[in-house]
């Protein structure tokens, strides 16, 4: 087999799983109708409140650079405050978990059922609700079909010379597995497609979680990097969020760094597959941090202000 059919496999089911992946959150937002800014900017009165609702609405729109991009949106509209806008952050981190715990799900030969019923309820039913779950089970069906595409093109990648020399010049070096993290993250633009495939890596054998925790760390701070970007040229706010995001997941990296083995034992007892114990340990990293970086919130924004200066907003970060 060329190389050419596995990489249009591959795009073919990347392309699957973030179309399914977005759809679910345009029929969980129909869903939910339009008071997502009403009820993010006039129910954060803490940036723990903040994390909460962050969390929430990240797990159920699947993306949390879409949050993000709320988030700044409502900084800039003066909606929100800096110190509002830090706690959504950290939460929106905590809230993609969510996916990869249901990437992890064995759910495959459910696919035809998802899109069936799906599908049927979006062509039979015209009224709103019955829609548009039809229309969220579509999509979910298409996010695993996706997923489903993704493993088995990753077999034949996986035994290719050029792989087994790229994962041999990483592997035991943590700072290049974060690297390489960082770069699949930033050229998919999905931290979420990034790592199912390295989900699909793992379940193969073909890395093991020594390597592949370190390319997971590289995710968590290469899906800051398009916020970081579609910042420069905007206004002071649209930097200052993207730098305490940026900010944020890197402290969390170099915490976590030196306890990957610690972190492996920890989750081994309770996860019965390596995928699940990927899955695990960016919850309890993601989860970690949160509740550590949260009560500094203030700090954040400080830091993010001294970086990038704005007369007009010095007295934003407080709560009124």
Known sequence: MTILPIILNLCCGLALFLYGMRQMSHALKSLAGNRLKETVSTTITSPYKGALIGCLF???VQSSSAITVLVVGLVDSGLMTLLQATGVIMGANLGTTVTT???????????????????????????????YIGYFLFSFGMLFLG???????????VMSPLFKQLI?????????????GMSITFLIQSSSASTAILISLVATGAINLYTAIPILFGHEIGTCLTAIL???????AGKQA???????????????????EVLIHFTDAFSSTPERQVANIQLFFNLSTVFLFLPFSRLFVKFAELVFHDKKRLSRHTYH
């Open 168 to 180: 041999f010049n990483v592997q035991g070096n943590p700072l290049l597995c974060i690297l390489l």
């Open 230 to 236: 579609s910042s420069l040229g905007g206004n002071t």
């Open 147 to 157: 997923l489903a595409i993704v493993k088995t093109s990753m077999e034949p990648i």
């Open 101 to 131: 715990q249901l990437i992890t799900l064995n759910l495959t030969e459910m696919i035809p059922y998802f899109i069936f019923i799906g599908a049927s309820c979006m062509l039979l039913f015209k009224k709103r609700t019955p829609h």
């Open 58 to 60: 990240t797990a159920l």
């Open 242 to 260: 993207a730098l305490i995001h940026f900010t944020f997941n890197l402290l969390g990296t170099l915490l976590f760094l030196p306890f990957i």
